[in-house]
């Protein structure tokens, strides 16, 4: 299905409404990402169909079976957030969970300070206490200069290289994510994370390069923090103790240690 945004570009979704669901949920993929590998592949489009949700899930500008424009201006974290927004209004739906991993927890984060009212719990995976120093760091040109190399052996970083590798076995258009990665957002208020009233899960890996989930989860009035054991900021999300972690968190078990 395909929805068109304010700014007139057309993006992909996934609807998935059980006749008998409880509550609705919202999923954004990360970078190099989309819908189906993010989300469908990992396994979390059945385990939240077997919990009776109804599952929302986009391909974000710029990736999967979306636009994909190559003009940075048509990039953006605010317009990110916007269009989840937006997509929530063409459906008709007023309030969600809200889960993004990545690159899509930058997008939940910022979606939930510009739209609180909007969701009723945070999750933000794959992320930890290094989105609070974001600002801090200097912007560079690495990541646009690995989806446009021609060979991607000449790509030194390790991490940049693996992405690089996703995109190609992804087949995205390279050149509308180095659009993607030069397009100017400012930081996230992390400031704002102490206002916001919902319930928010951060959960990583044991071995994510992005930092502790727990210390970014402290920044959050109501904020939780769960470290997957063995894992990296790839192997955590299709694991079945993320999972678990998620499914606890929206029924209020991480908040009584007496319910396991």
Same mark, same amino acid.
């Given at each position: ?132 120093? !974001? ?36 087949? !995205? ?88």
């Amino acid at each position: 299905m395909e929805f068109t945004t304010s700014d007139g570009l057309t993006l992909a979704y996934d609807d998935i409404a059980p006749p008998d669901y409880e509550r609705a949920i919202l999923l954004v993929h990360g970078f190099v990402s989309n819908r189906d590998e993010g989300w469908k592949r990992t396994g979390w489009y059945t385990a939240l169909e077997r919990r009776r949700f109804r599952v929302i899930a986009l391909d974000q500008r710029g990736h999967g079976k979306s636009a994909t424009p190559h003009d940075p201006a048509a990039y953006g974290r605010d317009k990110q957030a916007r269009d989840v927004v937006e997509l929530m209004d063409h459906l008709g739906v007023n309030r969600v969970d809200l889960f993004g991993y990545s690159m899509g927890a930058r997008v939940a984060a910022q979606a939930a300070v510009t739209y609180p009212e909007r969701f009723s719990n945070l999750i933000l995976g794959g992320v930890g206490d290094k989105m609070l120093e !974001e600002s801090s760091r200097p912007r560079t040109d690495v990541v646009a200069e690995a989806m446009l190399a021609e060979d991607p052996a000449s790509i030194s970083d390790d991490f940049m290289r693996s992405f690089r590798h996703f995109a190609d076995e992804q087949g !995205e258009d390279r050149m509308a994510l180095a659009a993607f990665s030069r397009a100017a957002s400012p930081p996230l208020d992390v400031a704002a994370f102490a206002t916001l009233p919902m319930p928010v899960l951060v959960v990583a890996g044991s071995r994510e390069s992005n930092g502790d989930p727990e210390t970014l989860a402290q920044a959050f009035p109501l904020g939780k923090g769960v470290v997957v054991p063995g894992c990296d900021h790839f192997s955590a999300i299709p694991h079945a103790l993320t999972k678990a972690a998620v499914f606890d968190f929206i029924d209020g078990v991480l908040d009584d240690p007496w319910a396991r």
